[in-house]
T-cell receptor
């Protein structure tokens, strides 16, 4: 049963702390996306990778956010330092590029920064 | 830049009835893909249906079908014989077909669908 796996499912942290969210894309998929979902902004693309190389991270606040793919089976999104406005659900999705059609989503990480 | 607009924040329908969710988009591309995703309370984003812009025939998946009007840039979702399990947020999404920008999905703001028993 191929699926995108995200950990943790929930995270509560104090302002100023570092947060790391992890994603295991579907085996064989070479495109990975990070989306953030909030009530106010909806679903926003933060960054995406193809073959582990970042193609677009223009949606990501560069001063505190970083995204990497240490290997083909792991993508990470880090926030350092975290702020209350970062509270959101963060989704990872994967697909087959460049000709893929749909993206397959993980169940998301609900982040609360207090 | 491409934009996707869902003008109905909320919709409700009686169980077993038919409901149509609206979506319009703006693009200068001639070839692209359109999607409807469902997000139930579990938060999982589930692909419901997709449409390739070069295909004139409207896509259909069981009780779900679309009305794709390319000239009007409209992409509505029709759910027939609504079931309680259809209750969710529904998102319309656009993806281009060429260039780096083609890789990302652009989402609408979503429509919350309630099914009344």
């Amino acid at each position: 049963d191929a699926r995108v796996t995200q950990t943790p499912r929930h995270k509560v942290t104090e302002m100023g702390q570092e947060v790391t969210m992890r994603c295991q894309p579907i085996l064989g998929h070479n495109t990975v996306f990070w989306y953030r979902q909030t009530m106010m902004q909806g679903l926003e693309l933060l960054a995406y990778f193809r073959n582990r190389a970042p193609l677009d991270d223009s949606g990501m606040p560069k001063d505190r956010f970083s995204a990497e793919m240490p290997d083909a089976t792991l993508a990470t999104l880090k926030i350092q330092p975290s702020e209350p406005r970062d509270s959101a659900v963060y989704f990872c999705a994967s697909g087959l590029g460049p000709v893929h059609t749909e993206a397959f989503f993980g169940q998301g990480t609900r982040l609360t920064v207090v | 830049a491409q934009t996707v607009t869902q003008s109905q924040p909320e919709m409700s329908v009686q169980e077993a009835e038919t409901v149509t969710l609206s979506c319009t988009y703006d693009t200068s591309e001639s070839d692209y893909y359109l999607f409807w995703y469902k997000q139930p309370p579990s938060r999982q984003m589930i692909l419901v249906i997709r449409q390739e812009a070069y295909k004139q025939q409207n896509a259909t998946e069981n009780r779900f079908s679309v009305n794709f009007q390319k000239a009007a840039k409209s992409f509505s979702l029709k759910i027939s014989d609504s079931q309680l399990g259809d209750a969710a947020m529904y998102f319309c999404a656009y993806r281009g077909s060429s260039g780096q920008g083609a890789q990302k999905l652009v989402f609408g703001q979503g429509t919350r669908l309630t099914i009344n028993p």
